[in-house]
């Protein structure tokens, strides 16, 4: 199947600077990781597997999503759609970030209708990872 | 020995290539360079690479080029030779000769004139050519439209000839889908059939198939070589058990022929399935081998004019049997060679890659043919790993690579864990494929693995020594 140019610029540009395209990790220990909230969705057996994680801060008592960062195994539109999802996530209130739907990543990708269900994974990820954080403000 | 496009100068064997008329303005009648060996042996070792090296002269400006260069716009190492193989030269030549008014167009089957005459010499010709390579006779061989046809003609064909006798077939689970799908078809109309298991190394072991038999067993069906993993069957051993079981024994040796020695005067077989377009013939042809002591009879399945002995009706395609005949011809003269290059490759690319992290050989390793190599990459999926060998094509048992949304049903069918099986690649080599290629693809291979373990969250927990097993995943 051939991808839309948008997947494959995606895709080549995470694999070519991970970093720049905010691919890596907080983990327990690091400075600010309790305000960090993560998602982990998909499974192996399936092949996609995505874990985005999500750094807040409170700006005018509303929490904002300063920085995110992912990991995901899986197809190519599976990796690009994540890289579109953390583009999207930045600056976004967790309210405004809530609202994301899967159809937005399909839209701007042009993923085939075979691989919607990678958008979906994303969508799905972001919903884990605002509870992650709801649920960490909660223990506080 | 066929000495073609080869000519002797002072002592020094050249490869001479005719332009084609287009472009003599520019190149001149015909190009030459020297081979630089003084023996023929050895000229005819390096005739194929300088021929390519001179064709590729004739890529710029000529208008059929053009049209290939805009469907291939890079230059793509081809590792998939195990899905279909470029057709030789030599065989496209032969198969120009049989289509004009000036060549052998005639129907074989019109025995009145001599455009008929010659159509059926070239046929009988291709079909020596092939019982050569199988050391059979010519008359066990049957042309059909490709290795599909000939596994629905030689199961369904058998089934419903014997079914009197008995109404139950034996297979595998890792058999090609022209086998599995016929299966599944006469399982509708009634017969019964025993998906064998294969052992973890992807072989069909003998005990298992003499344990499966049964009093109403008419047919066995196995493949030679497996097309996903490149494991050989021990059909000799098999074929002794169905001998003496009176059971059919059909073998689907779509990937094997001209690949590696096949011997069916030596071999129990009764049935065996072809295919041109696997060993550098054209797409659309193929054979089936009927053995005629002991007697195998089938039921045709297409009716018709009477060809083949009305086995299998249709017009005779002059053009694709000669290609086919050729192509078998080309591959007993090559296959000791391709062989040993084959391995070769396939040692350069194990020998690069053993040492990583996490990587898993598909099948048997002894007993299996060199030209396919399949390897799972953990933690990497393996149509994503596809897009990064972009300049590279091959293949993979990942679900994202298949219409169905489904792991390799081979893989599976191993004992693999699904992970494994989407993570897998094959990799199939063949007569073009050059040393550099392999060697180019290991470092890729190496570069694109670890960069995308480094976007893997899998490979972040294996790293943290985390068990992926115990995971409940969402």
């Given amino acids: 199947m051939a991808y839309s140019q948008k997947v494959v610029d995606k895709f080549e540009e995470t694999l070519k600077n991970p970093e720049g395209a905010s691919v890596g ?100 990820a972001i919903h884990r990872a605002i509870d992650d954080f709801k649920s960490l403000r909660n223990n506080d | 020995m066929d000495k073609k496009y080869l000519f002797k100068r002072n002592n020094v064997w050249w490869v001479k290539l005719a332009v084609p008329l287009h472009l003599r303005d520019k190149l001149g009648f015909d190009l030459r360079k020297s081979t630089g060996e003084k023996t023929l042996d050895k000229a005819l070792l390096k005739r194929d690479i300088i021929l390519n090296d001179l064709k590729s002269n004739f890529s710029e400006g000529s208008p059929e080029s053009s049209n290939i260069k805009s469907i291939l716009p890079r230059k793509t190492t081809y590792f998939d030779y195990a899905s279909t193989t470029p057709v030789d030269e030599r065989v496209i030549d032969k198969m120009k000769e049989c289509l004009s008014f000036e060549g052998a167009f005639g129907n074989s089957g019109s025995r009145s004139h001599i455009y008929g005459w010659k159509a059926e010499e070239l046929v009988e010709e291709a079909r020596s050519n092939v019982s050569n390579l199988l050391n059979c006779d010519p008359r066990e061989i049957i042309w059909t439209s490709g290795a599909t046809e000939s596994d629905n003609l030689a199961i369904k064909g058998a089934s419903y000839f014997y079914s009197k006798k008995g109404k139950h077939i034996i297979t595998s689970k890792i058999e090609h889908k022209a086998v599995l799908d016929v299966c599944r078809q006469l399982e509708n109309e009634s017969y019964e059939v025993t998906y064998l298991e294969p052992n973890k190394n992807g072989l069909i072991t003998p005990e298992a198939v003499q344990e499966a038999i049964r009093e109403d067993t008419v047919l066995v069906s196995l493949m030679h070589i497996n097309n996903e993993i490149g494991v050989i069957n021990d059909i000799r051993s098999i074929g002794k058990i169905t001998r003496e079981n009176g059971i059919i024994f059909h073998v689907d040796a779509a990937q094997s022929a001209g690949k590696i020695q096949i011997d069916l005067t030596d071999l129990d077989v009764d049935l065996m399935s072809f295919s041109a377009h696997k060993i550098y013939g054209p797409k659309g042809i193929g054979a089936l081998y009927i053995r005629r002591k002991p007697r195998v009879r089938l039921q045709p399945l297409f009716h018709g004019g009477g060809q083949e002995r009305g086995i299998r009706a249709g017009t005779l395609p002059t053009h694709q049997i ?71 094509a091959v293949s993979s048992g990942s679900a994202c690579t298949s219409a169905s949304l489904e792991p390799s049903y ?15 690649i094959r990799f199939s080599f063949g007569r073009f494929t050059r040393e550099e290629e392999v060697r180019e693809t290991v470092n890729l291979v190496k570069d694109s693995v670890n960069r995308l373990r480094e976007i893997s969250p899998l490979w972040e927990m294996y790293q943290d020594g985390i068990d992926l097993d115990k995971i409940v995943w969402a």
């Fill in chain 1, 25 to 124: 990790r907080w983990k327990p220990g690091d400075k600010d990781f309790h305000r960090v909230g993560t998602g982990i969705v998909g499974a192996p057996a399936c092949g996609d597997v995505m874990k985005l994680q999500i750094k807040c801060e409170n700006v005018d008592g509303t929490n904002k999503i300063v920085d995110a960062k992912f990991k995901t195994y899986g197809c190519g539109s599976a990796i690009a759609s994540s890289g579109e999802l953390i583009d999207m996530l930045k600056g976004k209130t967790l309210e405004e970030a809530q609202k994301i739907s899967n159809q937005e990543i399909v839209d701007i990708l042009e993923l085939p209708a075979i691989k919607i269900h990678c958008s979906v994974l994303a969508e799905e």
């Fill in chain 2, 322 to 392: 000669v290609g086919m005949g050729e192509a078998f011809k080309l591959a007993k003269e090559k296959m000791d060679e391709d062989y040993s290059n084959l391995s070769k490759y396939r040692d350069i690319l194990w020998n690069g890659l053993k040492d990583m992290e996490e990587v898993y050989v598909n099948g048997a390793q002894d007993n299996s043919f060199p030209g396919i190599f399949n390897m799972s990459f953990n933690f990497v999926e393996g149509e994503s790993l596809i897009m990064a060998l972009k300049n590279i």
């Fill in chain 2, 410 to 424: 081979v893989l599976r069918a191993l004992g693999r864990k699904d992970e494994l099986a989407h993570s897998s």
